[in-house]
């Protein structure tokens, strides 16, 4: 027999007060034991945005971070994380198994080709209704023209919870200031200007090895965190204009052309790495921080107070500063302004849940003040102490630590504002001003994008070498290193349209002058 039954027994042998307190006593233990019983498990799959700290972690779900959410939150989460690389291919094996976690963390949203497909098939439930009832923070709290967009909503049908993007645009320019005191350089404004501080970063041995190694402006493969001068041109390679009654992708315009001979130039002078359309996220934080021989780089508008503590702790420190984009032909540059909604954390809920209302209120948690002072604060003892009443942050000295900070205070904000609009919280940051500069130039520059949270046209879905990552990737590689005349793009265009390009803009077209109330001229 065993210890519960016991008690339980002996309770019911006695009277009086005896009796009323082990009736007291164990309704307690059977409140508790229901609590605990109540917890709610869910599963879900997120990507690792190739973070170091979630990347060599050997069991996420024993992280301390995430023990403390599961806390916090009241919810039994587990989690598996992909590849960000293998994101899509993971997640397109995921669907065509049927095996679905309870909530999925869906990059660009409903309207990447795996989402939309998975949307078609009926896959997510519809979730108006059941954030009514269930999560109603959700909707008073997350601003209302986020749920309108195309990456949260279909038809009117609420299909993914998003995260507000810490800025619309997240993407500025960080430059060696360092370097540029070395060798007596003013910041610059324009193209021409920028190319003089390259070739100077080239020529004049800023970081004083006595060797030509400097990297003068580096990119990642795809021209990843590379758009900024394309930007001058007003033809980032992911963004659409709606020119001469059509909406028609940047990277066919006539003035990718301009943009292409720049990149020529730049590559031929070895202005921009050569290993460019090569380069892994890891190389290029490698060049930047390892190695420390690039001069230019486009980071996060939310980083550079990271950035800056853990640069200062390098050997030699390095130390940068955030300017203006380069401006181009018409005096105007910088890279597109995003969506509100953050393209790298929305929800949708699979229909195979039978609990969909766990993962809505578990989200909603995530609006809530204790969990923004958890995702901000991190954990007493380890990233905060207390003085005065007060939550100090630890000082940031080795890479671990930054790594570690990036933990809590970006990858498991899976919900909710950036840690950027604290302001009490980014007053007790070290080197908390670089951001409110950084978001200042954000702010003030930026290239509009009227194609912003269209659903990829169904055209680029069947034939997704239509895509600015597939036949332009290639041709401008090519232009770009040499291998073929500057003349090619026009060929280029012509084999575009025809391999199914016009059907592609006729299809955005249409979805700009629905969505816009926009009127072509017949």
Known sequence: MNKKVIATMSCLSLIGSVMAGCS???GTNATNATNAAAAPTIKIVVGDRNMPYVTSSAN???????????ELSKTDVRIETINQGDYSKKLNLMFASGDLPDAIQAVNGITSPEFSAALNNGAFYELNDLIDKYAPGLKTKIKSDMWN???VSKDGKIYAIPREAPTPNNRIVYMRKDWMDKLGLQVPKTVDDYLNVLRAFRDKDPNGNGKADEIPFIGRKNFDFGYVFFGSYDVSPEGWKFVNNQLVPNFIRPEMKDALKLHQQMYQEKLIDNEIFVNTSTDWAAKIENTQRVGMWVHATEYPDKTATAYKKLTPPVEFINIPAPTGPDGKGGNLIGSEVDPLSTWVIPKTNKHPEYVLKFLEWFLSDDAQTFLNYGLDGDDYTVVNGKKVPTPINTKADSDREQMHLQWLRWIGPSN????EFMKSRENGQYVANAM???????RVNDGMDMPIPPTLVSKPELQFTGLWMETAAKIVTGHDPLDSFDKFVEDWKKRGGDKVIQEATEWY?????AKTNK
């Open 60 to 70: 996420i779900n024993e992280d301390k971070y995430v023990k403390k959410m599961r």
């Open 420 to 423: 950027i609009h604290d302001q």
């Open 24 to 26: 007291s006593k164990s």
């Open 513 to 517: 002058v629905k969505q816009s109330g």
């Open 149 to 151: 967009s195309s990456l």
């Open 440 to 446: 200042k130039i954000a702010t003030s520059e930026g």
